[in-house]
């Protein structure tokens, strides 16, 4: 008869590095969408780290404004900074502000905030 310690590690044993990080994997691609009060942006996700942090890239077709995604947040280097956990990511923009959106489905919905005086809906849709 199994003891409970045999239990808890043939449970964890079960679980394949794949599906514990599946939700980060799939926000890898490209995202098409609106910001309010920026308009049209595009997010490029090239990778997410086993720790969470998303390289790649934000693109914002007002004034063609192009932030790729670093360690932190630098408007004079032009680097957001972006952090996955589950269905949720984080980004701290280059510019201000915090993107909060969840993944669901081939969508990415949430807001964006900067400081108290903004708050809007950012939406994009994988491409």
Do not use: C
Not at 15 to 35: F, K
Not at 69 to 80: E, H, I, P, R
Request: hydrophobic share 40%.
């Amino acid at each position: 008869m199994p003891t409970r310690r045999t239990l808890l590690i043939t449970a964890g044993l079960t679980l394949s590095p794949a599906a514990i990080a599946q939700p980060a994997g799939s926000l890898v691609g490209q995202w098409q969408g609106e910001v309010d009060g920026i308009g049209r942006a595009t997010l490029i996700i090239t990778a997410v780290r086993p720790t969470g942090q998303v390289e790649g890239r934000m693109e914002f077709a007002l004034q063609s404004f192009v932030s790729t995604f670093g360690d932190k947040a630098d408007n004079g280097l032009k680097t957001s900074h972006g952090a996955a956990s589950g269905t949720t990511l984080r980004i701290d923009s280059a510019l201000g502000g915090i993107y909060m959106l969840t993944l669901q489905g081939d969508q990415l919905a949430g807001t964006y905030t900067r400081g108290t005086t903004f708050s809007g809906k950012a939406n994009f849709k994988k491409s």
